[in-house]
């Protein structure tokens, strides 16, 4: 079946228009609420929100969705992904909701679900919600309403599990951090979370007002950060994203560490401990070629595969590995949770430092990058990656690439846009090839 509303990840779209309006969202508790209703004892949804403006409309449909169903809902206000996904377990809820469209601006939202679990929800249960959306839903006589209530200690409880990640002889006092939460859901947990460790925190992106969230700030925004870390004298910074799942590193220099850097450092220190499970790390196809390079001089994998953290994660369930990520930021660490936490993967990259004594810049350069090259080429419809013309030169580039590097090309899922990477030890070679590759894709659009 054709997915309607369900993505990548979840359901997203700007508010107010398509699938993104209060009465969609209303559906969706009522049909992801009757998926979930199984057995006789009381059933329990926790929902979060990140700070956008439309969150209070979204979160007020959802509420009347799952109630109408005979669900009670907890309330948690702002919080990160991975804290509601960490909730739901502990609450022991039978499932788990977040409203954000993580990186996307203000005008945009999205519903995020995790099973009891903790895990983002696998694609038949998306498929079942689904047909669910479709009928028309089973509503419970009035004595079975479920009741709605918002809990004030979310946030202490977040803030004390992502402190349990890092060994309790350590300490970040002597660190100055600045942490950029992107005015999103991290705003309260993340500084407070680094400075009770002993940190000196400067802190940016910490004024949500509903419309400023990731507007020029966070890690998708970059330049602020890096200009407030050389401007504070600061040892490191650390960019967030809306929702708080993932995490780019600013080192003392200004210049960004991504999360390939950041998924081999911590893989190779869990390797030096004898900590490391699955003999490597699962990243995406758009992971570069140094990392794959640099992991297999210690004699690890790196397992590949689709783009998206779910991807990541049911790979690495597969396989029994705890580290896994994208590049862009994403940081998958199953030790610690279910899905990506950039809090977590930070004071994972601050302990790091301490026991190190590096200068960041020293300690986060763990492999040399192979020259990679993205672009996007929009159309107006039509299948052009199904072009004989365009399939030639794709044959061709790849042999040319052949030994020496990687292509990767991808239609967007939620754009008509074909995504077309190279990557190679020879930079000119790369440009050109990404290059005849889109002006074919051009031509057949």
């Known amino acids: 079946m054709a997915r309607k509303f369900f993505g990548t990840d979840g359901i997203r779209g700007r508010t107010n228009e398509g699938v993104m309006t209060a009465a969609t969202a209303m559906r969706v508790g009522q049909a992801a609420g009757t998926h979930f209703l199984r057995g006789g004892h009381r059933h329990r949804v926790v ?99 479920g009741r709605a209530r918002r809990i004030e200690d979310a946030r202490g409880r977040y803030i004390h599990a992502v402190k349990q ?57 970059l330049d602020a950060i890096k200009a407030r870390v050389v401007e504070e004298g600061a040892d490191i ?31 190779s220190r869990l390797q030096a401990r004898g900590d490391l499970t699955g003999g490597g790390v699962v ?11 640099y992991l297999a001089g210690l004699g690890l994998t790196l397992e590949r595969t689709k783009v998206g953290d779910r991807y990541v994660l049911e790979r690495m369930r597969e396989g029994g590995f705890n580290v896994g990520g994208e590049q862009s930021g994403h940081m998958i660490l199953t030790d610690h949770g279910t899905t990506g936490d950039g809090t977590v993967a930070a004071l994972r990259v601050l302990a790091s430092l301490v026991r190190s004594g590096k200068p ?59 995504r077309v990477m190279a990557e190679g030890d020879d930079a000119a070679q790369v440009e050109a090839v990404v290059d005849r590759i889109c002006a074919a894709v051009k031509e057949a659009a």
């Open 47 to 145: 929902i979060g929100k990140d700070t956008r403006l439309s969150g209070y409309m979204m979160e007020s449909a959802l509420v009347a969705g799952f109630t109408s169903v005979g669900m009670d809902v907890i309330m948690t206000g702002p919080l990160p992904t991975p804290a509601i996904a960490l909730l739901t377990r502990e609450m022991r809820a039978d499932l788990g909701v977040m409203i954000s469209a993580s990186h996307n601006p203000f005008e945009d939202n999205g519903i995020k679900l995790f099973g009891p679990d903790g895990f983002k929800l696998s694609d038949e249960a998306e498929a079942s919600i689904e047909r669910l959306l479709e009928q028309e839903p089973l509503l419970v006589q009035p004595d079975r309403i």
């Open 165 to 221: 990640s890092v060994a309790s002889d350590i300490r970040f006092d002597g660190l100055k951090v600045v942490v950029d939460c992107a005015h999103g859901a991290a705003y309260q947990v993340a500084p407070s979370a680094i400075w009770e460790l002993g940190a000196e925190v400067v802190a940016m992106g910490v004024a949500p007002d509903g419309i400023n969230i990731n507007d020029g700030v966070g890690s998708t925004a």
């Open 237 to 267: 910074g650390i960019a967030l994203d809306g929702d708080a799942d993932r995490l780019i590193v600013i080192d003392e220099k200004g210049r960004t560490v991504d999360g390939d850097q950041l998924m081999g450092l911590i893989a």
């Open 283 to 293: 990243a995406t196809v758009m992971s570069n070629l140094g990392l794959e390079r």
């Open 360 to 418: 960041a810049s020293e300690l986060l350069h763990v492999f040399d990058p192979v020259p990679q090259l993205l672009k996007n080429v929009r159309y107006a419809g039509g299948t052009p990656l199904e072009n004989e013309t365009v399939k030639q030169v794709i044959t061709e580039a790849e042999q040319e690439l052949a030994g020496k590097g990687r292509l990767v090309i991808r239609p967007s899922g939620t754009e008509p846009v074909i």
